[in-house]
């Protein structure tokens, strides 16, 4: 009896990120997978779009590829047609866009779109398959998401801690910190999570990356 | 919708350095209607030893109840309490002995053994087994629980931290899961005494 054909795959991995007051961090692992078997550990599912804006996109490999071109491409027409990089506001809203184009055969890609905005501060909007997005503190995505998005609520939006200052904003190190362990806890638990992970900090003064190596087993 | 995920439900089991803790919400529902908020999944067998059960209520209560009964049978006829080792033995040997026709639970056993070692373990509905160096979780949140709890264990950990963080993970992670939640109970069994706390959370 045969299952028939279908166009999409789910390549796994996991990406989180979060967002403070004058910084964001997003981060995604670098394992690419088909099942059971790793076709590749260095596969990177993050595209930077503008200085100010990195987009990460888990589930297939082959739909973010296409996407992050397309994103790309039209990232370069902007600035050749109005001499200057997109808004972040309007990347997010292309993005929308782009993704509900192809409502009836959908990208298969669960993406979060991290950067500072024009005033500098922080920003989170994560999307589902078919566009309707959100700005948030902080996001998760991918097969490892679940395991991931508990420590980020009690960490970052401080949740269940009556006793602590809750105006006390996280500092960039702090964050960065909780990334990389959080990432180490995903990757104990979650096969398809694992290998290295893609860290990108952006903060007014740029971009940087940063590839932390992760359980490969 | 799969049977285990009928009625919704957590439990998360922790151990410390000497003490041991389980933990379990509240909620029971069937699907998505919540029939009631005062729930409990955790089991006393005695003094040292508790069995906590995530899956489907009835076959948790049933399971429940005939290990109690068979650890009353036991202690009248050995005149001692079983260790948690062999117990879980017992509970293996009654799941897998409905092998083709399983209870539909994930069990967790805590306690301490007869030198007051801690101990936890877990198995799945036929009676697999594992014995946990650090912490077991079950239930419809077991992927949350997984991620948080792997964040915030460490092997040095005292009573008063042990419960703060065995609070914290549950916490956190049935927030993000419709089937389980409205609050807690959390059991933190020591050398001398046992521990019993009700936590508030979300009441959704």
Redesign the interface.
């Known amino acids: 009896m045969s299952r028939g054909w279908m166009p999409y795959q789910n390549n796994g991995g996991t990406s989180i990120a979060l967002a403070g007051k004058d910084y964001a961090i997003i981060a995604a692992d670098r394992r690419l997978s088909v099942g059971y078997s790793i076709q590749t550990r260095e596969s990177s599912k993050i595209t930077k779009l503008t200085d100010k804006a990195v987009l990460a996109s888990c589930g297939m490999q082959a739909d973010r590829h296409t996407l992050h071109s397309v994103l790309t491409s039209r990232m370069q027409m902007y600035q050749l047609e109005h001499g200057k990089e997109m808004s972040t506001h309007a990347v997010s809203e292309m993005l929308s866009r782009t993704l509900y184009y192809r409502r009836f055969f959908v990208y298969y890609t669960f993406n979060i779109l991290a950067g500072i905005d024009n005033k500098g501060e922080g920003f989170v909007y994560s999307y589902d398959a078919v566009g309707s997005f959100e700005a948030q503190k902080h996001a998760v995505n991918g097969d490892g998401g679940v395991l991931a998005v508990p420590m980020l609520d009690n960490f970052v939006m401080k949740k269940h801690r009556q006793l602590e200052d809750k105006t006390k904003e996280m500092t960039k190190d702090e964050a960065l910190r909780l990334i990389k362990n959080t990432l180490n806890a995903v990757v104990e638990r979650e096969i398809t999570t694992g290998d290295a992970a893609d860290i990108y900090v952006i903060t007014k003064e740029g971009t940087t990356h940063e590839i932390f190596q992760l359980r490969k087993d | 919708m799969s049977i285990m995920e009928y009625n919704g439900g957590a439990v998360v089991a922790m151990k410390g350095k000497d003490c041991v803790a389980i933990a379990c919400d509240r909620r029971f529902g069937t699907q998505q209607t919540t029939v009631a908020m005062d729930n409990t999944r955790i089991f006393k067998i005695h003094n040292k030893l508790y069995i906590g059960l995530g899956g489907l209520m009835t076959d948790v209560q049933t399971v429940g109840q005939i290990l109690q009964f068979r650890h009353n049978l036991y202690r009248l006829r050995e005149k001692r309490n079983m260790s948690p080792a062999a117990f879980t033995k017992v509970v293996s040997n009654l799941l897998y002995s409905k092998r083709f026709g399983p209870y539909f639970v994930d069990p967790i056993i805590v306690g301490l053994d007869k030198n007051d070692e801690p101990f936890v373990s877990s198995m799945d509905l036929i009676g697999a087994t594992e014995i946990s160096d650090n912490f077991a979780c079950v239930g419809t949140t077991e ?6 709890c ?2 915030l264990w460490n092997d040095k950990m005292e009573d008063k931290d042990l419960f703060e963080t065995i ?3 549950l ?3 049935t ?2 899961d419709c089937l389980a939640g409205w609050g807690s109970v959390v059991y933190l069994i020591k050398k001398n005494s046992v521990e019993i706390s009700e936590l508030k ?1 979300r009441q959704d």
Do not use: F
């Not at chain 2, 992927?143 to 948080?148: A, H, N, R, S, V």
């Open positions: 992927d949350e629980l997984y991620g948080i792997e964040n609070s914290q993970s916490l956190s992670a927030d993000r959370a």
